[in-house]
């Protein structure tokens, strides 16, 4: 069984920072994409930003120059640093791998993260 565990959500103040960490645990084979997505209430689910295992990134327009998404593949964990954050970045953020098991290892599987709150408010 694999988990992804989210850290680091909070309430922080327009132009304040934050660090997400999403750590996967369990039978793991190898990680190929890691990455987060949001949901604002009344809103869909969108990707903000991902890294493959060789490191490139994508970001969604709204969060470029301001989150930056990393990883430690040593520890299977992937970080979302958010500077500059908006009102409009508050959302529940969830974190997603795409990875192989060792009950699996020729077929990537998809998993979730429960989600970490990330309010930006005065």
């Known amino acids: 069984q694999v988990q992804l565990v989210e850290s680091g959500g909070g309430l922080v103040q327009p132009g304040g920072s934050l660090r997400l960490s999403c750590a996967a645990s369990?039978?793991?084979?190898?990680?190929?994409?890691m990455g987060w997505y949001r949901q604002a209430p009344g809103k869909e689910r969108e990707l903000v930003a991902s890294?493959?295992?060789?490191?490139?990134?994508t970001y969604v327009p709204s969060v470029k120059g301001r989150f930056a998404i990393s990883r430690d593949n040593a520890k299977n964990t992937v970080y979302l640093q958010m500077n500059s954050l908006k009102p409009e970045d508050t959302a529940v953020y969830y974190c997603n791998a795409d990875l192989l098991t060792f009950r699996s290892p020729h077929y990537a599987e998809n998993y979730w993260g429960q989600g970490t709150q990330v309010t930006v408010s005065s």
């Open positions: 890294i493959t295992s060789g490191g490139s990134t």
């Open positions: 369990g039978s793991i084979f190898s990680i190929n994409a």
